[in-house]
């Protein structure tokens, strides 16, 4: 006759009070550190930051930036990473500039606008999206398939789309827009709202439904959760990969028409912090740069953290170096609190 072992429990790590209060939080802290911003900056300079002029002025700053960080939310929800953004805008960018004064006959080097007609602009338009949906096709295919890192793909092709311009243009901003573009997108208003953030909202709503509500979106997600796992239910890994690379390509496409509208010419030298600061906004968002987890309206709120933190430095004048500062530090706590709720996941 055997007597019985008493049975041994295993008990698992305690959650810790830091853990425990990041699960808690989740990504709700940032949406309430940018209330307690504007709550702050209003409470200040009510009559200044407060105004309709210096609002408007908030969002159409965040619009080009916003289409950006829509794109760069779906690469990284997939674990990837794409630092060629900024330099895609500027080569898209270049590239309508020179379709459209091409089609009207004027002098690369003319300053000012063209009287160019909606079909032109039509063309110009889907000349900036195609290029940069084939910049995000490269980036893409080279990752997928060469299984090359998107860090190092995406440094590369930063580098080349950004050399590609200047070789284009011979270092040379394009300073002519049609007048119909830069009167109507780039400050125009659309039932009271301007032309661009009317742009951004749309692409906001439109990629937050796709991602979110989608067998699509839900398959983005398992490439980010688990590759491996996701490529073994069937998933096509490899198509997936692209299809989001191109993606972020397009809408940088579309934010180089943005652009153009709102300066009235190519911006070759502007965009150089644009995949830094895209990158930080969709972290801030709730967005782990380990894939998996994210949404749209966390981007949406981490893209308005630098914008209001600048604009409120400027009102009271601060020098606007705080900023880099303050963010920095923002998005290191961001990153440390998507780490604490990994690691209370884990435990449970």
């Known amino acids: ?48 930051f407060g105004s309709s002029y210096n609002l408007s002025q908030i969002t159409i700053n965040a619009a080009i930036l916003l289409v950006l960080a829509v794109g760069q939310t779906y690469v990284i929800v997939t674990s990837g990473i794409d630092l060629s953004v900024g330099s ?20 690369g080097t003319t300053f000012g606008t063209t009287d160019a007609g909606w079909p032109i602009i039509a063309i110009g338009t889907l000349s900036a999206l195609a290029a940069g949906a084939l910049w995000g096709v490269v980036n893409g295919v080279l990752i ?18 950004l ?32 032309a661009l953030v009317a742009v951004a909202i749309l692409v906001t709503v439109v990629a937050g439904v796709v991602l979110h509500l989608t067998r699509f979106g839900l398959q983005v997600f398992a490439v ?32 180089a028409v943005m652009s153009n509208a709102r300066f009235s010419t190519t911006t070759i030298g502007g965009h150089a912090m644009d995949n830094l600061t895209t990158i930080s ?38 020098p606007p ?13 961001a990153v440390w609190i998507d780490q604490l709720k990994r690691r209370a996941r884990a435990r449970s």
Request: charge should be positive; aromatic fraction near 6%; glycine fraction near 14%.
């Open 1 to 48: 006759m055997t007597v019985a072992e008493p049975a041994i429990e295993i008990e698992s790590p305690r959650e810790t009070g830091r853990e425990r209060a990041a699960r808690l939080l989740g990504g709700g802290w940032i949406f309430l550190l940018l209330i307690a911003l504007v709550v702050v900056f209003a409470a200040l300079r009510p009559a200044q």
């Open 88 to 107: 895609v805008l500027v080569f898209a960018s270049v590239v309508s500039a020179q379709v459209m004064l091409t089609l009207t006959g004027e002098a």
């Open 144 to 161: 997928a398939v060469t299984r090359i890192p998107p860090l190092i793909v995406t440094l590369g092709t930063l580098g080349m789309a």
């Open 163 to 194: 050399g590609f311009s200047q070789i284009l243009t011979g270092g040379l901003d394009v300073r002519a827009m049609p007048e119909r573009l830069v009167a109507h997108l780039g400050s125009g208003r659309i039932f009271g709202i301007p």
């Open 224 to 255: 980010g959760s688990n590759e491996e796992a996701a490529r073994r239910s069937g998933i096509n890994v490899r198509a997936r990969l692209v299809t989001v690379y191109a993606i972020s390509g397009t809408l940088a496409g579309l934010a």
């Open 281 to 318: 906004a969709v972290v801030l968002g709730g967005t782990s740069l380990f894939g998996g987890t994210g949404s749209i309206f966390g981007t949406v709120v981490g893209v308005f953290i630098p914008i209001i933190l600048l604009n409120g430095f400027v009102i009271l004048g601060i």
């Open 321 to 333: 170096f705080w900023q880099t500062v303050a963010m920095g530090a923002v998005l290191i706590l």
